[in-house]
């Protein structure tokens, strides 16, 4: 008698079996990209998936992941997104390239919405603390070929906080992980921040003095790179203002004059001719 029970134990066993794998066969593959955001899109409360093909550029494929109408979205929830996304993608039996760009669409705390543009290959880490980032920055981002580029335009900021959101941006980019380039602008295109890969500590202590003094006099624009200019290795970095008073020329001597880096300047007036020519310390 025990062995037939064991015998009917055995073939039950079997029969559950056979249906759970026949359960799990008939589970829907998608068939291609389309279908599989598609699936994303109908699970996802809100989120909105697309693909689009931009082989005219560099980019090739370009898989959207839109997180703005997606109630309490942050940078964490669109890093989720696009991690389970990528999961999908992985586990499915369709046709893709060997790399493509994400663009992952933020809301961003300050209002300006974020656009971040990622390869798909980017190491998890360095997506996640990207997408936190700039995305309270509220700034977009493009993958280059060996970094990638930070863009902002905050055109409703003044002066001094376009110098002190970029200070900010500049400290906290994982510089660790990656190499980054920025371009920012504020004041109404009237002020502009820039720093080419490889700004250094010195760089950013750089701004963080000359942000100090323009608060205390803010001038009609500034620009300001923090690195060589493009086809001019001479200087470390670049500081131009335009309307500037001779107090704030003395105040930004000094500054030059104590950073080790070699600082090019340019200082006009209304007139838009050098008022006060400032010249940095030649290293020995």
């Known amino acids: 008698m025990r062995g037939r029970r064991g015998t009917r ?83 499915a039996d369709i046709d893709m390239p060997d790399r493509w760009t994400y663009l992952i669409e933020v809301p961003a705390p300050g209002g300006e919405d974020s656009s971040i543009r990622l390869r798909s290959d980017t190491d998890p880490t360095l997506r996640r603390e990207v997408l936190e980032v700039v995305t309270d920055a509220g700034c977009d981002t493009d993958p280059g070929d060996d970094l990638i580029l930070v863009s902002c335009s905050w055109q409703d900021s003044s002066q001094t906080e376009g110098l002190q959101r970029s200070q900010e941006l500049l400290t906290a980019l994982p510089t660790d992980l990656s190499p980054f380039a920025v371009k920012a602008g504020f004041d109404d295109y009237r002020g502009r921040v820039s720093a080419p890969a490889g700004y250094t500590a010195e760089h950013l202590r750089l701004l963080e003095a000359t942000t100090a003094a323009l608060t205390a006099q803010p001038q009609d624009e500034v620009s300001i790179v923090l690195g060589p200019r493009a086809g001019d290795e001479t200087f470390d970095a670049y500081i131009s203002v335009l309307d500037s008073e001779t107090a704030f020329a003395s105040a930004l001597q000094t500054i030059i004059d104590e950073s080790p880096l070699l600082v090019d300047t340019d200082v006009n007036g209304r007139d838009g001719h050098p008022s006060i020519e400032l010249v940095p310390d030649q290293p020995s």
């Not at 990209?33 to 090739?60: F, I, K, W």
């Not at 997606?70 to 696009?82: K, L, P, Q």
Request: hydrophobic residues 45%.
């Open 9 to 91: 134990g055995a073939v039950l066993a079997a029969v559950a079996t056979s249906v759970v794998l026949a359960t799990a066969g008939c589970t829907p593959q998608p068939e291609d990209l389309d279908a599989l955001l598609a699936d994303v899109q109908d699970s996802s409360d809100g989120v909105r998936t697309s693909s689009y093909d931009s082989s005219s550029t560099s980019n090739g494929l370009v898989v959207v992941v839109d997180v703005r109408q997606v109630e309490g979205a942050d940078a964490a929830r669109a890093d989720e997104v696009v991690a389970d996304l990528a999961e999908r993608i992985e586990r």
